[in-house]
């Protein structure tokens, strides 16, 4: 029912099965099927590049971990979708002359002439085209934070547990669960918080839990793109997601819909348990992923809340 969510356009970086059922439309002669399988595999092709690029680049060993890679694989498939829907490298037109001449307005293009004219066959004039766009559009690690829109500022895993984390303790014992598992559970379905669902002017939806917006709901909405597991199969959909004023509401939502539902009624029975409280919630159709608990597992495993929870103990501990 709910699911992970990626951003509008960024769930079909993985969506590979999405992608074969759009060439089987673009096959059949479908215009729109066949401009959007042009675009996604433009989406694709920009997203080896990005992971070309970070691989040629050291990391800092200080501070990267598998939570900031995460968060970072995350913001690159954003990153690569926006630029494919905007034809920012031409690949998506030089598919579309080859699928569909009509269409594009041109002949068709010999397969050995490469793959698109504005990349001129070198992969390093594109990755710096790549770094440009990211500095035009003040998203470059050399931008200060401060200097950017709110709405664009760059996030780290860390950060995202601190700004989350009273909001956790508070739906937390409402439910008796441990916070940080319910910091876990929204870390994977909001990316750190770098993929919450937004409006159609940029602002967030601040929805951290993908709950979607049925009919009980009589509140803001906010329409996204989100990968939902059909038979083990990932597809790319677009639903009607809850939007709400801030973190702590989403939080507060979420506490009430668990508590209100009585599918996870099992899920609450075993609250104290967090293996079996993912399980419980997997078990009742809260996420489709075959591999969601698992993935909340690793994220309750990651340096980032590790971290935070050792240093919150430290905290509280009682001085002598």
């Not at 951003?7 to 401009?35: N, Y």
């Not at 800092?60 to 971990?65: F, H, R, T």
């Not at 669960?177 to 870390?187: G, T």
């Amino acid at each position: 029912m709910v699911t992970t969510t990626l951003g509008a356009d960024s769930a079909a970086l993985g969506d590979f099965a999405g992608l074969a059922r759009l060439r089987r439309g673009a096959a059949a002669g479908s215009p729109q099927a066949t401009r959007e399988v042009a675009q996604q595999f433009e989406a694709v092709f920009i997203g080896m590049m990005l992971k070309s690029m970070r691989a040629a680049t050291p990391g800092d060993s200080l501070v990267d971990s598998d939570a900031s890679r995460m968060a970072r694989d995350l913001y690159d498939q954003q990153l690569a979708a926006d630029l494919a829907k905007k034809g920012t490298f031409g690949v998506a037109r030089m598919l579309l002359r080859q699928l569909d001449p009509q269409a594009a307005g041109a002949e068709p293009v010999p397969s050995g002439d490469g793959v698109a004219p504005a990349l001129d066959g070198n992969a390093l004039a594109a990755l710096r085209r790549i770094e440009g766009i990211r500095r035009d559009a003040g998203l470059d690690a050399a931008t200060p934070a401060s200097s950017l829109p709110a709405a664009f500022k760059p996030g780290t895993p860390d950060a995202f547990v601190r700004e989350v984390w009273p909001h956790a303790q508070a739906a937390a014992g409402e439910l008796g669960v441990r916070p940080e598992v319910l910091v876990a559970q929204a870390a994977l379905e909001s990316g750190w918080g770098r993929s919450v669902p937004r409006h159609a002017d940029g602002r967030s939806s601040h929805n951290l839990f993908g709950i979607k917006a049925d009919r009980s709901w009589n509140g803001a909405r906010v329409e996204n793109s989100t990968l939902e597991y059909v038979d083990g199969v990932p597809q790319r959909q677009v639903d009607g997601f809850r939007a709400y004023a801030s973190w702590g509401e989403s939080f507060r939502d979420y506490a009430r819909f668990i508590q209100q539902n009585p599918r996870y009624k099992q899920a609450l029975e075993n609250a104290a348990d967090s293996s079996a409280y993912l399980h419980e919630l997997h078990r009742a159709g809260y996420a489709t992923d075959p591999a969601y608990p698992a993935k909340i597992q690793r994220i309750l495993g990651s340096d980032a809340l590790a971290e935070f929870l050792q240093t919150a103990a430290v905290k509280s501990a009682p001085r002598g």
